[in-house]
C-alpha cells in the first residue's frame, strides 16, 4: 500500500454555515450589531490605512527597493593595488559590495576617505568630490 491509495474512513466535516437563520436563532452565530454583523460585511481594507500616511504631495516616491550600491574611497583604498581596475563585478568577487537579487547592482563611489593609487574606474556613479579626488590621485573614470 502507498501514500496515494489511502482513503479515509469518515467523510470529511462541513464547515458551518453563518447567517442562514434556522436553529442558531436570529444572530446565527455574528453576535449583535456591529460591522461584522451585517450582510455584505464588507472590512476595512489594512492597504488603505498604510497608504493613507504616506505623503501625497508632487514629486514624492517612496520606493522601498534598493538597487544601488555605495561604497567610499577608504575601502577602495584598503583591497585595491596600484593600476587595478575597478568596476562592479570585481567589487562583488573582492565582496566589497554584494548581489542584490541576484543581480550584480550598480555602485556609486562617495569621498569618504583618502585615495592615494591611480586605479581605473569603469561602470561607477561619483558624487563630485570623489571625482575629484580620484583624478587628483592619477587616476581613470572611463
Known sequence: MQ?????????????????????RGTYCGRGIKG????AGRKLKPIVREVLKKYPKLRGYKFSA???YAILNLRDIERKFKKG???SPEILVKKRLIRKISGKIPKVKILAKGKISKPLIFENCFFSQKAKEKIEKAGGKIL
Open 3 to 23: 501514500l496515494h491509495q489511502i482513503k479515509p474512513i469518515h467523510k470529511p466535516k462541513k464547515p458551518k454555515r453563518i447567517g442562514r437563520g434556522g436553529k
Open 35 to 38: 460591522q461584522k454583523a451585517r
Open 65 to 67: 527597493k534598493k538597487d
Open 84 to 86: 587595478e581596475k575597478v
